[in-house]
């Protein structure tokens, strides 16, 4: 059964179960996952933040980085009126990105792998910026799926294309984070397998692979992590500064 | 690129592995709704914890700090092209201050000179008026010398000359005949020389 490259994806009950009603929500080891990745998150930034020198030491200098990189992501790709929502997407970021990165270690259970998860992260981030859009345009928001210079015998097809790109939008950001998560988890799952079952002569090669494949497995944690955050940048440039 | 590939692997993958384990663990476990809501319950709980105390506590103090530090770095520069800018004047007022007591060093020497020129001048012409004067005394002593020499010579010698006739002759000669003759002798004489 633990050969099975999906079994790494089961979620399972630590603990008592836990009823709200008649609904589960009882912690598994994804929530356990969730909390130590915000943990981390949080121990790692606090230190980071506590100590107010001039020359920053190495939890200060990363925290102050991560501050001015994704403070320069959103300006660069939302501009200077997204600044409200700095924190949020910093936290987006970091969740997203310790998540994935916990998902590297052995036997650890990888958060954004569920479509769950990230689809409620989209979610979330659709609805919020469709409410932003709206509350700044009022109706003139919709105009996003009116694409200025466009031929009057195309637009209708052009406005419903863009419409079904607008809806599309939280289905295409989880599932890319989802997807990207799951196939690097399962590949290297596979490739793990084979090193058993070729033996000392033959795993040789799926073991080298396997090595490769972690650290394309750690870049590709941070870039979409990353692409996470930008995507939801660009989604929140739409909101705020409507111009098509 | 990278990304096409890894979804087509994927999908192969995800392909064979539903049809090989289909049977054994009923596919993708992402798709068993039994713990969505648990997981939905604890990402919001998680995820709106973490929100919180970023936005309200952590984020506030790295911004704190960095403003801190570009204030403080503003700050340093600045008091940096001040003091440039000072210690640039006192070089300006230095070199000016040499300046000043080269000329000063010049002058004193040029009117150190001149007086000393005046004095050197002043002493001379001095001298100079002293030593005319005295020679013009006794150029003048000198002439009246001659010139009273003269007579005297001349009296010396009708004296001399009416004493020896007197021995001479036992007589008195006329005492003025005899200057007469000293006075031509003596004129001849200074004829003589002069030619």
């Known amino acids: 059964m633990a050969s099975n490259p999906m079994y790494q994806f089961n979620v399972y009950r630590i603990g008592p179960e836990i009823k709200l009603g008649s609904v589960d929500i009882s912690f598994t080891n994804a ?27 190495k939890l200060q200098l990363l925290s102050e980085l991560s501050y001015s990189f994704v403070a320069k992501m959103i300006s660069d790709t939302a501009g200077s009126k997204a600044k409200p929502y700095f924190s949020f997407i910093f936290s987006l970021f970091m969740f997203v990105l310790f998540c994935n990165m916990f998902g590297m270690i052995p036997y650890a259970f990888t958060v954004t792998s569920h479509i769950i998860v990230t ?10 910026v469709t409410i ?35 809806l599309s939008r939280p289905i295409s950001l989880s599932v890319r984070l989802f997807a990207n998560m799951m196939a690097g988890h399962t590949m290297m799952k596979v490739f793990g397998g084979f090193v058993i079952s070729l033996g000392i002569i033959g795993g040789w090669l799926p073991l080298s692979f396997s090595v490769a494949l972690t650290g394309l497995e750690i870049l590709v944690a941070f870039l979409q992590a990353y692409v996470f955050a930008i995507l939801t940048c660009i989604y929140l440039n739409d909101a705020l500064n409507l111009h098509h | 690129m990278l990304k096409k590939i890894v979804i087509l692997l994927f999908v192969t993958c995800l392909a064979c592995f539903n049809t090989v384990f289909a049977a054994e663990s009923g596919g993708m476990p992402q798709l068993n709704p039994e713990f969505w809501i648990s997981q939905i319950f604890w990402l919001i709980i998680t995820f709106g914890i973490l929100f919180i105390v970023l936005t309200k506590v952590i984020l506030p103090k790295i911004s704190d700090n960095l403003e801190t530090r570009k204030s403080q770095i503003l700050e340093n520069i600045e008091t940096a092209d001040k003091q440039k800018e000072e210690s640039q004047k006192k070089i300006d007022e230095y070199e000016k201050i040499i300046l000043d007591s080269k000329l000063k060093a010049k002058s004193y020497f040029n009117e150190a000179r001149e007086k000393i020129l005046d004095d050197i001048n002043k002493k001379r012409a001095a001298l100079e008026k002293d030593l005319d004067e005295e020679i013009n005394k006794v150029e003048k002593e000198l002439s009246d010398l001659k010139s009273e020499s003269g007579e005297k010579i001349n009296k010396i010698a009708a004296e001399t000359s009416a004493e020896l006739i007197k021995e001479l002759i036992g007589e008195e000669v006329n005492s003025s005949s005899i200057a007469a003759i000293v006075e031509d002798q003596s004129k001849i004489n200074k004829v003589g020389k002069n030619v």
């Open chain 1, 119 to 128: 689809f409620m992260l989209a979610a979330f981030i659709f609805v919020g």
């Open chain 1, 31 to 57: 929530s356990l996952f969730m909390v130590i990745s915000s943990l981390a998150i949080l121990i790692i930034f606090n230190l980071g933040a506590k100590k107010k020198t001039l020359i920053p030491d």
């Open chain 1, 132 to 166: 932003i859009g709206f509350m700044k345009h009022g109706l003139g928001y919709l105009k996003l799926f009116v694409p200025s210079g466009v031929p009057m015998v195309l637009l209708p097809l052009i406005v419903v294309i863009e419409i079904i790109s607008y």
